[in-house]
């Protein structure tokens, strides 16, 4: 697969995070997710380590995730408001037992939410 070779020819060592959609949006070509992120594994250098992270903002309700551990990725990331019908801002994080941070999720989730003070004035701000 011409993905795969591309990966294997270029200079992995180097690169941090790879981010990889499971199913594309322009064309829906699903990926094979699994295969290209065992290649990249495998041309890591001795030590090295490169973060996966799977984009299933598509997948979600098109592909089996019951196992996301299988897939090999450090990380998995899906919204959903496309399948589920939630708001717009829902989502998921699956991430590998060796990423979890001990950290209280309600602090997460106030991290992502818009500071009150910001809210309130675009809100009440009037001519």
């Not at 995730?65 to 090999?72: G, K, P």
Request: proline share 4%; aromatic share 4%.
């Amino acid at each position: 697969m011409a993905a795969i070779d591309a990966i294997q020819a270029s200079g992995t060592e180097r690169v941090a995070m790879l981010i990889i959609d499971h199913i594309t949006s322009n064309t829906a070509c699903l990926l094979p997710v699994a295969d290209l992120i065992r290649a990249c594994r495998a041309h890591q250098l001795a030590g090295s380590h490169m973060t996966m992270l799977v984009d299933g903002a598509h997948a979600l309700g098109s592909v089996d995730l019951h196992n996301l551990a299988e897939l090999d990725a450090d990380i998995y990331v899906a919204n959903c408001h496309k399948w589920f019908l939630c708001p717009r801002g829902c989502a998921f994080l699956w991430a590998r037992q060796s990423l979890h941070v001990r950290t209280p999720a309600w602090h997460t989730l106030q991290l992502a939410l818009p500071h009150p003070r910001v809210c309130h004035r675009a809100r009440c701000s009037r001519a």
